[in-house]
């Protein structure tokens, strides 16, 4: 049997779980770069159900497809240090601004110029959490997906077999390729890096990244094709602008308050026996405990 | 048409919670706006489901039954929901931000081309000047919510495009009966003439969905502890001390991500909302995605060791101390005064 092509979508984001003090500027407004820049943790999970695929379907392959500025070529990298054969990074300016929708514009354009068989993302991104960019991609490509997904089980005759992970219990389903699956955390953590593949891979680089490179390390290039890391623009993909950025975003951002707590009045404690008992007393006395 | 339209899920054959929530805010959203408020609910052998709407304030209930939609599937759902609203317009559209809302509607937004903001924590109406292109845009829906890790609380609007569509976690909006015997028409959807094969492609092999069985959201008395409970073993102090003043323990999403707890117990953005008389907050530092769950609630205790932490500021009362140390004081207190 042939292997699959498979396609991760995955994102760089900064990391929103470790923010620090000078994360937000006096203004309110988030100060990106004070924050980390990550593989986006469930679509780790999702490189990990594509590299399982892999190994269990020889002849499969991982392609890692990321949309964002320059430096997410990083994250192309790390996928690829973890068993990823190669990867594509979706960058113009034209993108900038993009809500969900114009997004999943973007990349659906983006992954009608690749072939597959499997396309498979995180279910969210800890930056906006949103969930969206999965299903709005799938209905962009009339494709049929999968959310909520925590095992890929079994591809055979053209379908795949999946275990999804809902609120309450589980659900197995089974689709025809091609599909769009999207992976929550529940599923698996990801495989760590491989010291074959750093070694293999150290080098991959974009045409950007190439700039000013010199001329020993451009014929290495010429030399090892999988070292590339090809970009993709707004032209290359054949999208339309008015469909990208602010103006192909139905959803606007009216204000952003950074989270202020109101002070209430409060009274401090100690842990000391008197103060918990005069504390239980009171919350007994104005009926808050008992009856 | 141009009216507000609420997608009803079912559960174990019944209209599910976070559903006749929004249909209170619907009500309400719709009252202020001098519209009507359209549901929509998609099932098998529901006959008779109007019943559970119509109370909320539903003055149209479309009803798709079929035996194709007796479980959620992607496909047929959205074929259906975006049929439906091509021919209604609805100017607002909510869905439950639960793992079939949040399936269902960015596809149907996609196939739309409106825009969609999810896990909404407010919605309420304004307006809105977009200085750059001089237009002034009248009773927009704000869709309020927590972004970016909950650093920030974000207000989106969509000015230009419709139905303005939000998702909402269950328990964020209160559910209240609008009128008991409150009238409203139904319209069948003809399910054979929308769905083709091409909706039948995806098939559900197996479902082990549990009935439910822990729910916080009832108690009047939480005590949630967080990362800084530091083990399984001191949670279970929080369930002597839940037990013994007839409360639930709840959960930060840090201490269910470091397993000392179930999911069903996470209270907050991505867990459930709570109001009850009394929450104790053990271990909780108090990011915005944690008290969007509980800020509602009539007390708040805070015990931690952080005097810096932001729950703090919303506690009534603040215990500096190790959590492992206050609970079980507060036992032995309680123990002591309520004899």
């Known amino acids: ?291 | 048409m141009n009216n507000i339209f609420v997608f009803c899920e079912i559960d174990e054959g019944k209209v599910a919670d976070v559903s006749q929530e929004l249909l209170t805010k619907g009500r309400s959203l719709a009252n202020e706006l001098k519209c009507d408020l359209e549901a929509v609910v998609l099932g098998h052998e529901i006959k008779g489901i109007e019943k559970e709407i119509a109370p909320f304030g539903a003055d149209v209930v479309h009803i798709a039954d079929d035996k194709k939609l007796e479980f959620f599937l992607t496909l047929p759902f959205t074929s259906i929901i975006v049929d439906l609203f091509e021919k209604e317009k609805p100017q607002i559209a909510l869905f439950g931000a639960s793992s079939i809302g949040r399936d269902l509607a960015p596809r149907v937004s996609s196939a739309l081309m409106s825009g969609l903001t999810a896990d909404c924590t407010s919605l309420i109406i304004g307006d809105h000047e977009d200085k750059k292109a001089k237009k002034k845009y009248e009773n927009l829906l704000y869709q309020i919510r927590p972004a970016f890790g909950g650093n920030i609380i974000a207000t989106i609007i969509n000015p230009d495009h419709r139905p303005q569509m939000a998702t909402v976690r269950e328990g964020v909006m209160k559910k209240e009966v609008y009128k008991d015997d409150y009238k409203c028409k139904v319209k069948n959807i003809e399910v054979g003439s929308i769905l083709t094969d091409a909706d039948a492609v995806v098939e559900i092999v197996e479902r082990h969905i549990e009935a439910r069985k822990i729910d916080i959201k009832k108690s009047q008395i939480i005590i949630s502890g967080g990362y800084g409970v530091g083990s399984k073993e001191n949670f279970n102090k929080l369930f002597d001390l839940a037990e013994l003043i007839g409360g639930e323990v709840g959960a930060s999403r840090a201490a269910v991500d470091s397993g000392f707890v179930d999911h069903a117990r996470q209270v907050g953005q991505t867990g459930v909302t709570v109001r009850p008389k009394l929450y104790i907050a053990c271990g909780i530092s108090g990011q915005v995605q944690h008290t969007a769950g509980m800020e509602e609630s009539a007390m708040i205790i805070a015990v931690n060791t952080d005097l810096s932490a932001p729950i703090n500021k919303i506690a009534d009362y603040v215990i500096t101390g190790e959590v492992g140390e206050v609970i079980p004081r507060m036992i032995e207190a309680y123990k002591k005064n309520s004899k």
């Open chain 1, 1 to 291: 049997m042939t292997g699959l092509k498979i396609i991760v979508l995955a994102k760089q984001v900064p990391d929103t779980r470790n923010v620090g003090k000078d994360a937000m500027k006096a203004d309110g407004t988030v100060n990106r770069a004070a924050l980390p820049a990550i593989f986006n943790p469930e679509d780790l999970n999702a490189l990990e159900q594509a590299l399982r695929i892999k190994d269990s379907y020889p002849g499969s392959t991982v392609t890692i497809l990321t949309m964002g500025p320059g430096r997410a070529a990083e994250i192309i990298r790390e996928g690829m240090y973890r068993g990823a054969d190669n990867g594509y990074l979706l960058t113009d300016r034209a993108f900038a601004g993009s809500d969900t929708l114009a997004t999943s514009y973007a990349i659906s354009c983006a992954i009608r110029k690749l072939d597959f068989d499997v396309l498979i993302a995180g279910r969210q991104a800890i930056d906006g959490d949103t969930a969206q960019v999965g299903p709005q991609v799938a209905e962009k490509l009339g494709l049929p997906q999968v959310t909520y997904a925590e095992d890929v089980l079994k591809y055979e005759k053209k379908r795949i077999t999946i275990k999804r992970r809902l609120e309450r219990g589980i659900e197995i389903v089974s689709t025809p390729v091609p599909c769009v699956i999207t992976v929550n955390a529940t599923a698996p953590d990801c495989r760590p890096r491989n010291a074959k593949a750093i070694m293999k891979f150290k080098h991959a680089k974009t045409i950007t990244e190439l700039q000013g490179a010199d001329e020993d390390y451009m014929k290495m290039h010429d030399d090892r094709p999988y070292l590339r890391i090809e970009e993709m623009s707004v032209v290359d993909v054949q999208a339309d602008t008015k469909w990208l950025g602010l103006s192909g975003s139905p959803t606007k951002v009216k204000t952003i308050e950074s989270v202020v707590f109101q002070a209430k009045e409060s009274k401090r404690l100690t842990s000391s026996k008197s103060d918990i008992n005069a504390l239980m007393n009171e919350l007994l006395a104005n009926h808050t405990l008992g009856n």
